[in-house]
């Protein structure tokens, strides 16, 4: 919010286009010289949320903009940006499919790299899957059940699967 008043205003009461003079717009007192009223802008009067501009006592819409003022403006804070974490990575397209499946049926939020590099060039680098943070627990609990394959073969030994039984 500014501390003087803009050189250019409309007058409150009769809506009549004012050009205030460097002591009015410092002092925030003006008198239209149309309806003969004189208006005192208290700093923290009424605001549109949109323009910005700043009203008195009285006026509960902009003129301008046909919204509803406001006494404060809210804090504008900036946009969060979602942080995306590796799950896991795969070469094989068969289970790419199945997780992209799973994933969308479940409502997960990911987005892969090196997809379409894995069609053209297989062996150079893997699929990798990318969720946000705060759907990493939930995209777990349903990939639990999927045996990432390397080309076909299970990405797990003899050994460690007869452990696991």
């Given at each position: 919010m500014s501390e003087i008043l803009p050189e250019e205003i409309q007058c409150p009461d009769c809506g009549a286009?004012?050009?205030?003079?460097?002591?009015?717009r410092t002092e925030r007192k003006f008198a239209c010289p149309v309806c003969k009223e004189t208006f005192v802008v208290k700093k923290g009067e009424m605001i549109c949320p949109n323009c910005k501009a700043e009203f008195v006592e009285g006026i509960t819409e902009c003129p301008e903009c046909g919204i509803p003022l406001v006494e404060t403006l809210p804090e504008e804070s900036e946009e969060k940006i979602p942080q995306y974490v590796e799950i896991l990575s795969t070469y094989n397209l068969a289970d790419i499919a199945v997780i992209k499946s799973i994933l969308d049926d479940g409502g997960v939020d990911y987005h892969l790299q090196g997809e379409i590099f894995n069609i053209v060039e297989p062996w150079v680098q893997p699929v990798k899957f990318f969720v946000k943070e705060d759907q990493v627990e939930m995209t777990n609990e349903l990939l639990k059940e999927i045996l990432i394959r390397f080309m076909g073969a299970s990405a797990t030994t003899e050994r460690e699967n007869e452990v696991d039984k």
């Amino acid at each position: 919010m500014s501390e003087i008043l803009p050189e250019e205003i409309q007058c409150p009461d009769c809506g009549a286009d004012l050009k205030l003079n460097e002591q009015e717009r410092t002092e925030r007192k003006f008198a239209c010289p149309v309806c003969k009223e004189t208006f005192v802008v208290k700093k923290g009067e009424m605001i549109c949320p949109n323009c910005k501009a700043e009203f008195v006592e009285g006026i509960t819409e902009c003129p301008e903009c046909g919204i509803p003022l406001v006494e404060t403006l809210p804090e504008e804070s900036e946009e969060k940006i979602p942080q995306y974490v590796e799950i896991l990575s795969t070469y094989n397209l068969a289970d790419i499919a199945v997780i992209k499946s799973i994933l969308d049926d479940g409502g997960v939020d990911y987005h892969l790299q090196g997809e379409i590099f894995n069609i053209v060039e297989p062996w150079v680098q893997p699929v990798k899957f990318f969720v946000k943070e705060d759907q990493v627990e939930m995209t777990n609990e349903l990939l639990k059940e999927i045996l990432i394959r390397f080309m076909g073969a299970s990405a797990t030994t003899e050994r460690e699967n007869e452990v696991d039984k």
